[in-house]
C-alpha cells in the first residue's frame, strides 16, 4: 500500500511547469517540502504557539513567523521575485490554521515565478547577505533552511507526546504496509 500524506497544501497538478525542464525537480521539491511544513505545522494547536523547550528555544509561534518572514526575505530580496510588504506576511491574529495558509499562498505564488525562469537567471550570481552566490544555490540554501524549522518543530511535537506526521516516509507513529525505515544492513544493500 503506497503511502499517502495527511496534509496536501499544494497539489501536484497546481506546480507549474519549470521552463527548463531540467529545474522542474526544484519546483516540484518546494512544493513538496511546503506541504511537509504544513503537515507539521497543523500538528499543533493553537494553544501550543507559546511553548517552547527550553528558555533558550524559540517558541512554536516565533518559529512559524520566522519562517514566513525568513521564506519573504529569501525570494524577495535574494531571488528578485514580488513579495508582500513584509509587516503584510504574518497574519494577524497568528493561528496555526492561519499561518499553515499563508504558508501555501504564498508559495504558490513563488512556483509561477520560479517556473518563468530560464537557466541563466538560475545560475546568475546574487547578493546573499554579506556575499554573492549563484540564485540556485540561494534557492536550495532557503529549502535546506526550511527543513531545519520543520525539523525543529518536529522535536516538538515528540516533546509535547504527540504523533509526527510522516514526512519523507514512516515515524514512529505513522507507518503502512511495505514501508521500509531502512534501518538494517540488509535494506541498505538492497539494489
Excluded at 507559546?50 to 526575505?73: N, Y
Excluded at 521575485?81 to 504574518?90: H, I, K, L, N
Excluded at 540556485?136 to 525543529?152: E, G, S
Aim: net charge neutral; proline share 8%.
Amino acid at each position: 500500500m503506497p503511502m499517502t500524506y495527511s496534509f496536501s497544501g499544494i497539489s501536484d497538478a497546481q506546480v507549474p511547469r519549470a521552463a527548463v525542464p531540467l529545474l522542474q525537480h526544484a519546483l516540484d521539491t518546494y512544493a513538496s517540502e511546503t506541504n511537509k511544513v504544513g503537515a507539521v505545522w497543523s500538528s499543533f494547536g493553537d494553544d501550543d504557539l507559546d511553548f517552547r523547550p527550553h528558555p533558550k528555544s524559540s517558541a512554536v509561534g516565533e518559529i512559524l513567523r520566522h519562517q514566513l518572514l525568513s521564506e519573504r526575505r529569501f525570494f524577495g530580496e535574494f531571488l528578485g521575485s514580488e513579495e508582500p510588504a513584509p509587516d503584510r506576511v504574518v497574519p494577524a491574529p497568528l493561528s496555526v490554521k492561519a499561518c499553515v495558509d499563508r504558508q501555501r499562498e504564498l508559495a504558490s505564488a513563488r512556483l509561477g515565478y520560479l517556473a518563468s525562469r530560464d537557466g541563466g537567471w538560475w545560475t546568475t550570481p546574487a547578493p546573499f547577505f554579506d556575499v554573492t552566490r549563484e540564485r540556485i544555490w540561494i534557492f536550495w540554501r532557503r529549502v535546506l533552511h526550511t527543513a531545519h524549522h520543520r525539523t525543529q518543530l518536529a522535536v516538538y511535537l515528540r516533546l509535547l507526546d504527540r504523533p509526527v506526521p510522516a514526512i519523507y516516509g514512516p515515524t514512529a507513529d505513522v507507518s503502512w504496509i511495505g514501508a521500509d525505515p531502512t534501518t538494517t544492513a540488509d535494506a541498505a544493500g538492497r539494489r
